[in-house]
């Protein structure tokens, strides 16, 4: 038992200390919590202990609290994802409390935590409107119920109806030991004796009273049992038992034997043994006291049963035989069997014949080859012949299916004559020859006709931005520059490369890069779309370096977010367009604001270069993302359309969020076009 007396004041100190201990913790209060000083608000995260009850039980006490860890999350940019910041801290130091009670030394092993432990996160409550988590702990510990050390001094037993005489009448249930009081007993007898006790009389007026007369009282016990069983013992007047013993537990059996044999044993256990056995003596009788009785005469048919009929006695040989299972007895032998009469029996002579008919031939599919069983032990056996499904594990029979497959095959590889028309006839070395005509008609298109039957940009970088086709950058607090060819990173085969940078006076400075020159003049599904750029990454987004990346299609130029678009984020912080805190990319479709997120596996990389495209299916129902030829994500709502009056531009972005360290966006080339459905006339 514990040495320490945890009282309520006891254990609140104990979650004092434990506040005071914690680095993150700043203060602790105790109480209600509608009286805590809410209005220090420098002063989080924060502690607060409710008492909510106190049991007894035997043998144990036990103290309930409710808990409050709860912090004031920062309500600036995004809200939510601070309330998130606080739950999950709270709810560690939430942890780091129950550990501490359960296997630390708050308490050590005088006090036990009852488990499980249940908690609950809030969000905005109270005036300040805190986040948080709220547990109810229960801790337990021994209590003896013990009434020595109790500050008061009291006499219960002092008869209420005492005269002034100070004589008095107790209820028997009461205690004689009285202080000051003259106790009496009704009907008192100097020596009552055994004839006397000390109770209720038929009115219930309690006394000492005489016991009855006439009662009558036990002298002999009779205990009548069968033969063989003695009986001992014989209480009457006085504790004791009663015996009873089976005096022959083991029936004997003697055996009288003819001249050479010779018998020991017990019942059931005898040994018969032929003493001479050159003289060939033999056993001649069997003689049995009750319950077992003696049949039979000369050996081998004797036999030894029980009074109620069963069959109690030994075996000869030929049943040995049987009922060992054993039928291939050696030569010569007789086999014997004994009827219900007790007459013995010959068993017919089985031989060797020849099978003439079978029950059935079963076709079966067990195995991975051809095979065969025979069902022996019947005069008719039944032969099974496997014959397995064909497969690439499997011999075996052909199936309906793989016949049909396999039946298709010639028509599927039926012979097309060649469309020579479609087809040049030859070709010289030096790029002449004849062509058929149809060829010369498709290459003699027009670059009009081309162009009607699609929408296409592409850029290297060669040029300055604004000479690459009606291309258009904006800046704010950033630059874009075409880079110059020793500082171009990871260089393998970039001709031209434009460099987008953040500032260094800016945190959130950024540079789009856009088409459609300020217009938003593209839309989905009059045919199929592709997008693809090439870009490096200098430096990955951080806490205090944080920025965002998108590529593909987007409403806006500024840094805010989309309201339609179809594009692939990079966005560390979780800071716009619905996306989450994340180190890989993130995949959105959304149209009028209403969002589609996949966050997806694949980690962004620095200093390397990565190949992002965007493909979108000529009905503008399915999106495909892929990074470096891999396939990310597939959206199929949120997806803008011209029916809903969603337009959109060409876009890359870098955004600053947070820091005023300069980050770099290096891109190779960015393309997209559009293959009409129908081609324009």
Known sequence: MSTINYTYNVIVDRFRQFADGHFQLRRFTHGEISQADLEKEAEWPWMHVKPRAINYSPGTRAFSFEVFISDLPRDKEDKTSYQAESITDCSLIFQDLINEIHLGQMFGDDVLLTRPVNSEPFVEQYTHTLTGVTGIIELSMDYDWSACSIPASWNYNTPTDSPSDGWGALQFIESLDQNGVFVSLLNDEEAPGNSYYYGTDGAGIKGWYASQAGAGTVTSVDLTAGTGISVSGGPITSSGSITVTNSAPDQVVALTAGTGITTSGTY?????????????????????????????????????SSANGTTDGYLLSSDW??????????????????RGDGSLATFPTITSGTVTSVAALTLGTSGADLSSTVANGTTTPVITLNVPTASAANRGALSSADWTTFNSKQAALGFTAENTANKQNSLDADGTGAKFPTVDAVNSLSMIDRGKRMVSFFTDFITLIGLDGGQSAVASGGSSTIANGGTIPNRTNQQGVIAFQTGTSSAFGYVTYYGSSGSQQLWFGGGAWNFETLINISALSTLLERYRLIFGFGSVISNAAETDGVFITYDEGGTANGTVASANWQCVTVANSVRTLTTTTTAVTAAAWNKLRIEVNAAGTSVTFYVNGTAIATHTTNIPLPSNSRYFHMKMQIAKQIGTTSRALYCDYVGYENILTTPRT
Do not use: D, E, R
């Open 321 to 338: 035989l049987i009922f060992n299972g054993k039928f291939n007895t050696p030569s010569g032998t007789t086999l014997q069997y004994l």
């Open 268 to 304: 059931p256990n005898f040994t018969i043994t032929n003493s001479a056995p050159s003289s060939g003596g033999t056993v001649t009788s069997v003689t049995a006291t009750l319950p077992i009785s003696s049949t039979g005469g000369a050996t081998p048919n004797l036999s030894i």
